[in-house]
């Protein structure tokens, strides 16, 4: 039986070779979800461009805390139970108001970069702003077990999945839509080449899974903020290749959206 997953490239917004990327692969119809950093200039500028592109692909709030602080700092103290739960709600906030600005509708999801959203205190904030526009939200739960060991960085998807459980829960409270499974996790420091991977990411995958990517081109401004570099154009040549979609088919795949 075909199975439909979503395919979501994170992090539009980061930079100018980012963004130019994902709006490549949405203008091919080879994402079906992008999701938005609103922190950085970036992100203003391109948005209006991703516009033509809500019929057909989801468009989401990727929460980000780590653009002016470590993430180990963020990661501590959020998992300590440290974190000022007022704040947080304000800047996640703040985030959703800037994505309506350039964007003119809310978000159809909303997840965080670096899995920040999975953090309780910010779990709470997003999955309130989620109900107050119909919005759902990413969880990164996935089965432990042998699959999940045959797929790339299992021990980090394992720990994902374990720290989706607070979101999850929140979820269910309030009733929010989520994601029936999640892939795509990765180290970065791989060295099988990406369409590999990704065969091996997707392989069984329920319907309504989110397969997370990360494509992009390689600029200046990308390099200044983040150490995950030339793995995005890998990611970005394999998505724009014909290879791609054989691989689909050959999973018996189909590519879909969630929202809307």
């Not at 019929?55 to 300590?80: C, E, F, K, Y």
């Amino acid at each position: 039986m075909t199975r439909t997953i979503v395919l979501c490239a994170d992090d539009f917004g980061l930079s100018p070779g980012v963004n130019r990327a994902i709006l490549e692969l949405l203008e091919k119809r080879r994402l079906t979800a992008a999701s938005c950093m609103t922190v950085f200039p970036e992100f203003a500028a391109d948005a209006p461009k991703l516009k033509p592109y809500l019929g057909r692909a989801d468009i989401g709030l990727h929460v980000t805390l780590t653009h002016n602080r470590p993430l180990r700092s963020v990661l501590i103290r959020g998992w300590l139970g440290r974190m000022d739960r007022r704040a947080v709600a304000a800047e996640v906030e703040r985030q959703v108001e800037a994505f309506v600005a350039a964007m003119r509708c809310p978000p159809a999801y909303l997840d965080g970069h670096q899995h920040v959203h999975l953090i309780p205190a910010v779990a709470d904030a997003v999955a309130r702003a989620a109900r107050q526009f119909g919005a759902y939200v990413r969880l990164t739960r996935e089965p432990a077990g042998a699959a999940m060991l045959r797929r790339p960085a299992a021990i980090e998807s394992f720990f994902l999945s374990q720290m989706s459980r607070p979101l999850q829960r929140r979820a269910a409270q309030l009733g929010l839509r989520t994601n029936g499974g999640f892939r795509g996790v990765r180290s970065f420091r791989e060295t099988a080449p990406y369409r590999a991977l990704f065969c091996r990411m997707i392989e069984n995958a329920t319907s309504g899974s989110i397969v997370m990517c990360h494509p992009g081109f390689v600029d200046e401004v990308l390099l200044s903020r983040d150490g995950v570099a030339r793995a995005r154009e890998d990611e970005h040549r394999y998505f724009a290749g014909e290879d791609f979609p054989h691989d689909l088919r050959g999973a018996d795949v189909t590519l879909g959206r969630l929202g809307g």
